[in-house]
């Protein structure tokens, strides 16, 4: 049995609010566990210390409703897709055995994203393999969907978050140390006052596709299988 169905992640704490906060929320409300893994603590970061960042992860955590959140302490701002970084997520992945990955893109600007996608991708291939040196029971993820925090994508499907947003922003808003100013550190533009602003803007961008106010974009390969169309593709948009 899994011990939980989805496992996301990110190449640093608060990736996987800003990228699929709003997915993990449906899911959660549709009974689904997920677990977190954040592949570095984000020691390197522009702003807050490790420790800080830390304790906004776990309380981030807790908002999303997370089954668990677990660091592997890869090298921040040095990630890359090694054996030993990619034997670290295939224990990660064994340990959990979720049937849906939810990655980052391998299109990202920042190196870490990439290199997260690349060790991700890797891991749920290998994880399989009985034969290779990770501790765990081998076990193969079904799909590995991916988000991106900055390069442009054409989604292979997106997912209706108006429900979640508020409760997304919440998770989000426990990031005091990268998300505001009232901290000390370097003026980046994720630490800017209108930077919910943005992010609200493209969930909206997203949801207009589909009648939804607000979305969250995925890219997978391949395309999904649907097995009720009109279920799934024929949602009563909303009352404009
Ligand atoms: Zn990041």
Redesign the pocket.
Known sequence: MNLVEILAV???PD?VELGCGGLLLAMRARGHRFAIVDLTAGERGSRGTAEERAKEAQAAAAVLGAAARECLHLPDTRLEPTHGAVKAMVEAVRKWRPQLVVSMSPLDR?P??AAAARIVENACFLAALPNFDAPGAPHRPRRVVRYS?HAWFAPSFVVDITEHVERKLEAIRCYKSQFTREAPGARTPISAPDFEEDLRASWRFHGQGVGALYAEPFAMDGPPAVPDPVAALCVERRDF
Do not use: L, P, T
Request: hydrophobic share 10%; charged share 40%; aromatic share 0%.
């Open positions: 990110g190449a640093h990736d920042h870490d994203h925090r």
